[in-house]
Every structure is written in C-alpha cells, then in structure tokens.
C-alpha cells in the first residue's frame, strides 16, 4: 500500500505475492504493504500474531508452512481492521464479505471501499454495510495517528492521504 500522487493505493489480489510465502517472508510483505498508511510501527504484524489469527480461525492453516495470496490477502485486512475492531468482530466481518464472494472479488472490493474511504469518497455500491462502517471507522483512527505523528491536533486543508 502506497501513496500515489496525494492519494492512497492499496495493493490488489493481482499485486499480492504470486509464490507461496514462509511466517518471515509474510511479515515483511505486510509490514511493506502498510508503510504508507500505519505511521510509527516497527512491525505491524508479527509471527506470533499469524499463529494467534490460525487458531482462533481468523485464517487457514499455512500448506507445508507456506502462506498463499489468500493468507496475505486476509492478513492485510485483519492488520488494518484490527486498530479499529475486536477479532471476533473481524471474523463476522470477514464472513460477512465473503460470504457469497471469491477472495480475488472481497479482497479487491475491500481495497477500493478502503482507499475511498480514506479519500473520503462514496464506498462503492456492491460494499456491505459492515465493511463501510469498519473502513470509515479505520479511515478516522488512520487519521487520528497521523496527525498525532505529526506533533498536530487540527488538520489542515492539505492533508489528503
């Protein structure tokens, strides 16, 4: 995820990693992935975190210790939902907008209902009434973090992401 000309990019299913990843490789993927939008974190997801989110069942088990776009896909939205929800509150979520949608399609859907949400434009139709909610929450704590990085408490006419 990135900043692009003022405003924010979130990587696509066709962006994420092709080739299967270990615990380490994913981390590091995230931790990239999210640079441009979590301020002042060392390591926003940990190996600790991924094994917590497999048994409570927020993810699969990783294939021969090896994490597919589905893990990363999935890992990205818990890590950013996760400032703003509980993680069962993320699991119904989760099943909420997967519910009668392909990863490739939720996953991409909660990427443009993200960044218009951070742009504060209208979330796009197809986007479920939780997930808005949840992103217009995200998009104020993003915020919130910000501008408190920035030693400011009022944001000014220049702060778009």
């Not at 989760?94 to 996953?107: I, K, N, T, V």
């Not at 993200?114 to 742009?119: C, V, W």
Request: proline share 7%.
């Amino acid at each position: 995820m990135e900043i692009q000309n003022g405003a924010f990019h979130c990587l696509r299913w066709a962006e994420l990693p092709r080739l299967a990843l270990y615990m380490d490789q994913v981390c590091i993927a995230i931790g990239d992935a999210l640079s441009g939008v979590l301020v002042g974190e060392e390591a926003p997801l940990t190996s600790t975190m991924v094994n917590n989110y497999v048994k409570q069942r927020l993810i699969t088990p990783p294939v021969k210790k090896k994490y597919s776009p589905d893990h990363v896909s999935r890992l990205i939205m818990i890590t950013l939902l996760k400032r703003v929800l509980s993680l069962g509150e993320i699991a119904a979520l989760l099943e909420d907008l997967f519910q009668a949608r392909s990863p490739e399609a939720g996953y991409d859907l909660f990427c443009e209902a993200l960044e218009a949400a951070l742009g504060e434009a209208p979330v796009p139709p197809a986007c479920p009434a939780l997930l808005a909610a949840a992103l217009r929450s995200l998009a104020g704590k993003l915020e919130v973090e910000r501008l408190l990085a920035e030693g400011r408490k009022e944001p000014s006419a220049q702060d778009a992401w």
